[in-house]
T-cell receptor, first 116, second 110 residues
Framework: KAGVTQTPRYLIKTRGQQVTLSCSPI?????VSWYQQTPGQGLQFLFE???????NKGNFPGRFSGRQFSNSRSEMNVSTLELGDSALYLC???????????????FGPGTRLTVT | AQRVTQPEKLLSVFKGAPVELKCNYS??????LFWYVQYSRQRLQLLLRHISRESIKGFTADLNKGETSFHLKKPFAQEEDSAMYYC????????????FGTGTRLTIIP
C-alpha cells in the first residue's frame, strides 16, 4: 500500500497570505489528523477529520481550518499567515474502524511551510 | 488535560550498552501509550504501542499505571537505533488526538 502523501513538500509564503496544504491518506483509512511541528513547541495536534466531519480539535486559532472529502483526502488551510506559523505540518491517517488495533496513526513526510 | 513528559532531550549511549528512554504522563483516564521514532531523513513512524505488548527492534515498553510511566528499554543498543524518539498518549479509542512529548534524541556511540 502507498503511504500517506502530502503536497506540496515545501512552501514559502509571505505574512498575511493564506495557504492550503493537502494530504492523501492510506487507502481505506477514514481518519486524517493534522499536527504542527516546531522546534519550540514540538508536535501539536491541530484537528482530526473522520467521514468528512471534524471530530477533534486542538488549541489553535480559527485561522487554522481544514476539511475532508468523500475520498478521505484532507486539506488544511491557514489564513492571514504569521511568522510564527512557520513549521512542519504533518498529516496522519488511521483506519478508525472500531477495532482496537486500528487506531495506529501513519504519518506523511510533512509540508515545510516558511512564512517570511 | 493530558500531558506527556520526556525529561531527557539528549541521550548518548555506547553501542552494546542498555538504553532507557523515560516517559511520564498525566491523564485521569486509561490512555493508550505509544512510542514513535523518527530516523534521519525519514518520516515519523510507530515503534510500539502498549496494547500490543510486542518487542519491536529489541525495544520494549511497560506501562506502569502507579507511576504513570511508559519507559522505553532495549538491553543492547545498536548504532541504527540513533534517532529521535517521541512518547505519545491517546486518550481513548475513537479519539485520534495524540499528545506528544518533546522527544529524546538518542545517539549511539560506536
Amino acid at each position: 500500500k502507498a503511504g500517506v502523501t502530502q503536497t506540496p513538500r515545501y512552501l514559502i509564503k509571505t505574512r498575511g497570505q493564506q495557504v492550503t496544504l493537502s494530504c492523501s491518506p492510506i487507502s481505506g483509512h477514514r481518519s486524517v489528523s493534522w499536527y504542527q511541528q516546531t522546534p519550540g513547541q514540538g508536535l501539536q495536534f491541530l484537528f482530526e477529520y473522520f467521514s468528512e466531519t471534524q471530530r477533534n480539535k486542538g488549541n489553535f486559532p480559527g485561522r487554522f481550518s481544514g476539511r475532508q472529502f468523500s475520498n478521505s483526502r484532507s486539506e488544511m488551510n491557514v489564513s492571514t499567515l504569521e511568522l510564527g506559523d512557520s513549521a512542519l505540518y504533518l498529516c496522519a491517517s488511521s483506519l478508525a474502524d472500531g477495532t482496537s488495533l486500528s487506531y495506529e496513526q501513519y504519518f506523511g513526510p510533512g509540508t515545510r511551510l516558511t512564512v517570511t | 488535560a493530558q500531558r506527556v513528559t520526556q525529561p531527557e532531550k539528549l541521550l548518548s549511549v555506547f553501542k552494546g550498552a542498555p538504553v532507557e528512554l523515560k516517559c511520564n504522563y498525566s491523564y485521569s483516564g486509561s490512555p493508550e501509550l505509544f512510542w514513535y521514532v523518527q530516523y534521519s531523513r525519514q518520516r515519523l513512524q510507530l515503534l510500539l504501542r502498549h496494547i500490543s505488548r510486542e518487542s519491536i527492534k529489541g525495544f520494549t515498553a511497560d506501562l506502569n499505571k502507579g507511576e504513570t510511566s511508559f519507559h522505553l528499554k532495549k538491553p543492547f543498543a545498536q548504532e541504527e537505533d540513533s534517532a529521535m524518539y517521541y512518547c505519545a498518549l491517546q486518550p481513548d479509542f475513537g479519539n485520534e488526538k495524540l499528545t506528544f512529548g518533546t522527544g529524546t534524541r538518542l545517539t549511539i556511540i560506536p
